[in-house]
């Protein structure tokens, strides 16, 4: 599976963001979706995910982020909401072809990477 994310950019706290990531490929094989994200000088870190429509978020997220999933267009979103300068980060997507229930947040779950988009949250 090939993903591509975008959808990042420059916005000041409090604003929203929504990315995307297109997925490309044996996306029927994907039953799992997820977002981390990397900061600067730091390791990656687990927003969400998405495992046959359960859904699952970070304790730094939660209640502010929302991802889904549109299998028609092979796409996954992250709605971001009340971003704040500590959510600055490359996000990057990616897919299993396992359901998790547990272990959704490890990054070694995961076969397929995309690139990441850049977001950067202004005070």
């Known amino acids: 599976v090939q993903l591509q994310a975008s959808g990042g950019g420059l916005v000041q706290a409090g604003g929203s963001l929504r990315l995307a990531c297109a997925a490309s490929?044996?996306?029927?094989?994907?039953?799992?979706m997820g977002w981390f994200r990397q900061a600067p000088g730091k390791g990656r870190e687990f927003v969400a995910a998405i495992s046959d429509g359960d859904t699952y978020y970070g304790d730094s997220v939660m209640g502010r982020f929302t991802i889904s999933r549109d299998n028609d267009k092979n796409t996954l979103y992250l709605q971001m909401n009340s971003l704040q300068p500590e959510d600055t980060a490359v996000y990057l997507c990616?897919?299993?072809?396992?359901?998790?229930?547990?272990?959704?947040?490890?990054?070694?779950?995961?076969?397929?990477w995309g690139q990441g988009t850049q977001v950067t949250v202004s005070s």
């Open positions: 990616a897919a299993s072809p396992r359901h998790y229930r547990v272990y959704y947040y490890l990054t070694s779950s995961y076969a397929d």
């Open positions: 490929g044996r996306t029927y094989s994907s039953r799992t």
